[in-house]
T-cell receptor
């Protein structure tokens, strides 16, 4: 059964046209993460939510925003995509139980910017 | 912040041989060390992890060792098979619930 779901799997957008990627989870985890991964590189953390608390990484461009309307869903908004934003975007979740818990990744959304 | 270095960047082994990947970390407060395997076009998948109160952990052909004093940890894959070919990432985490990833190792198992 799918635990972390990302839609769409492939997204094509035009330069400067806003785009939203979605992530949902059935694990009831309270932490959700968004990563950007470019070819042959490690995933780069953009931001994460602990419940409704939003935590932005210092080097995440303002062009990237996120929303988490409830425990199950999290969205990544790219306000004005540039060619350099073409990448795989990975959503991940983990439980915060007092111990460090595994991060489970979704299948990713591959974004192409034309 | 945490800095994780991973070596080698590429590794080619003959089927049946062992593969070893090494990582070092900078933050002595790090206490959780997962390893992820990522096949081309797919998600990173956890293959094994170790916490700071354990020195070694084994799961079938995969083992991880941790040396907290030296701040390094290693992944060992024995009896490699073609399906072990993938990119492997080590990571380290403190109680801020964020993972710092190594740059990755591309493992190729030659048949």
């Amino acid at each position: 059964d799918a635990m972390v779901i990302q839609n769409p799997r492939y997204q094509v957008t035009q330069f400067g046209k806003p785009v939203t990627l979605s992530c949902s989870q059935t694990l009831n985890h309270n932490v959700m993460y968004w990563y950007q991964q470019k070819s042959s590189q490690a995933p780069k953390l953009l931001f994460h939510y602990y419940d409704k608390d939003f935590n932005n990484e210092a080097d995440t461009p303002d062009n990237f925003q996120s929303r988490r309307p409830n425990t199950s869903f999290c969205f990544l908004d790219i306000r004005s995509p540039g060619l350099g934003d073409a990448a795989m975007y990975l959503c991940a979740t983990s439980a915060r139980t007092g111990l460090l818990e595994t991060q489970y990744f979704g299948p990713g959304t591959r974004l192409l910017v034309l | 912040g945490e800095n994780v270095e991973q070596h080698p960047s590429t590794l080619s082994v003959q089927e049946g041989d062992s593969a070893v990947i090494k990582c070092t970390y900078s933050d002595s407060a790090s206490n959780y060390f997962p390893w992820y395997k990522q096949e081309l076009g797919k998600r990173p998948q956890l293959i094994i992890d170790i916490r700071s109160n354990v020195g070694e952990k084994k799961d079938q052909r995969i083992a991880v060792t941790l040396n907290k004093t030296a701040k390094h940890f290693s992944l060992h894959i024995t009896e490699t098979q073609p399906e072990d070919s993938a990119v492997y990432f080590c990571a380290a985490s403190t109680y801020d619930y964020k993972l710092s990833f190594g740059a990755g190792t591309t493992v190729t198992v030659r048949a």
